[in-house]
């Protein structure tokens, strides 16, 4: 068995809301439900049918206290400082 903590990503998700990121310990119990609002920029409207916007969430990495989104059409990283539980 494996410790620390697995990190999924939800789809779908509100853009306005956020994305919503489950944290799920070594035994599969869920853990933690984060929402992570996601940057905005004029430059990403015109990206896949965007209006608002807002990043669009394309994978997730985790390491010691931080959380990355990463956004693969708009070639963007938002970081979370998620702390340790």
Known sequence: MCAGNVYCAVSPYSLEEGAIILAFDSGGGL?????????VSDDWKHL?????????????????????????PELAVALYSIGRR
């Open 48 to 72: 896949v049918d965007n209006r608002n916007g807002r990043m669009l969430a394309s994978r997730i990495g985790v390491n010691q206290k931080k959380l990355a989104i990463v956004s693969e």
């Open 31 to 39: 853990k933690r439900r984060l929402r992570c609002d996601l940057p």
